[in-house]
């Protein structure tokens, strides 16, 4: 799976979310940025970004992608 496919999942899902909030468009230009390839993404950002969707970080970000996981599993006891 390629990076800009998980980023475009990951900026429709915290659009999603944030339900364009004004204070939030700036973080949503940014990831329109990484998507769009003209800037690349630290792993904080990622690690950041998927914690706005449910997830601890990146890895289990993308490891939903692939349907064996999903943000819920991070609030299980």
């Given at each position: 799976m390629s990076i800009n496919y998980a980023l475009?999942?990951?900026?429709?899902?915290?659009?999603?979310?944030?339900?364009?909030?004004?204070?939030?468009?700036?973080a949503l230009d940014k990831l329109r940025l990484y998507i769009t390839g003209k800037e690349k993404p630290s792993r904080e950002t990622l690690d950041r970004i998927s914690l706005l969707?449910?997830?601890q970080d990146w890895d289990s970000f993308r490891e939903a992608l692939h349907g064996k996981t999903d943000g819920q599993e991070n609030y299980e006891d």
């Open positions: 475009k999942k990951l900026f429709d899902t915290v659009e999603h979310e944030l339900e364009r909030i004004p204070q939030k468009v700036r969707v449910g997830f």
